[in-house]
């Protein structure tokens, strides 16, 4: 009898390894896999940056109607906003957006509506043309995608250009009046 048990045992030894041969992948199914993941995901990431590049766009042209809006709102409760574009620096991009943003020392002397623009919008300014940028025209701003030359201010698509009050100044300070 204890041949017959060490027989049994011995079966279903070898019966348990066959489970285990027949439950796993081999290599070149393990490889295949792989193989068809990789050209999955490879498919998706292209698909990705389109999407990617879309929201880019989409996003610039929000700013520059956020921008736009606020020259309008201003021109309606004071006067149309005409600087003479300057192409150095970005300097005159810069100086309509703090007139956009200022509202004046008290509250008796501050503009109906004022501020029109977010005191906390401060973007940094660019002239890379592999970047989006908001350029003045001398009327509104316009804006530059990549490949377009040209000087603005810089496209942030992280939010942090919304980082806190520009310096204090007068409109009539910045204009040079």
């Given at each position: 009898?204890?041949?017959?048990?060490?027989?049994?045992?011995?079966?279903?030894?070898?019966?348990?390894?066959?489970?285990?041969?027949?439950?796993?992948?081999?290599?070149?199914?393990?490889?295949?896999?792989?193989?068809?993941?990789?050209?999955?995901?490879?498919?998706?990431?292209?698909?990705?940056?389109?999407?990617?590049?879309?929201?880019?766009?989409?996003?610039?042209?929000?700013?520059?109607?956020?921008?736009?809006?606020?020259?309008?709102?201003?021109?309606?409760?004071?006067?149309?906003?005409?600087?003479?574009?300057?192409?150095?620096?970005?300097?005159?991009?810069?100086?309509?957006?703090?007139?956009?943003?200022?509202?004046?020392?008290?509250?008796?002397?501050?503009?109906?509506?004022?501020?029109?623009?977010?005191?906390?919008?401060?973007?940094?300014?660019?002239?890379?043309?592999?970047?989006?940028?908001?350029?003045?025209?001398?009327?509104?701003?316009?804006?530059?995608?990549?490949q377009t030359p040209g000087t603005g201010l810089?496209?942030?698509?992280?939010?942090?250009?919304?980082?806190?009050?520009?310096?204090?100044?007068?409109?009539?300070?910045?204009?040079?009046?």
């Amino acid at each position: 009898m204890t041949t017959t048990t060490k027989d049994s045992s011995r079966s279903a030894a070898s019966a348990l390894k066959r489970h285990w041969r027949a439950a796993g992948y081999s290599v070149s199914e393990l490889v295949i896999v792989i193989s068809i993941m990789g050209v999955l995901s490879g498919v998706t990431v292209g698909e990705f940056h389109q999407f990617l590049d879309g929201s880019k766009d989409a996003l610039a042209a929000a700013r520059l109607e956020m921008l736009n809006q606020a020259l309008h709102s201003f021109a309606q409760h004071n006067q149309e906003l005409v600087y003479t574009r300057q192409d150095r620096a970005a300097e005159d991009e810069r100086i309509v957006l703090r007139v956009l943003q200022y509202r004046g020392p008290t509250e008796g002397t501050a503009a109906i509506g004022s501020p029109y623009l977010d005191p906390m919008y401060n973007p940094l300014t660019s002239s890379a043309d592999t970047t989006y940028r908001l350029r003045w025209t001398g009327g509104l701003y316009e804006l530059l995608k990549p490949q377009t030359p040209g000087t603005g201010l810089l496209m942030n698509f992280e939010g942090t250009d919304f980082k806190g009050p520009p310096r204090p100044l007068a409109p009539a300070d910045m204009l040079g009046h």
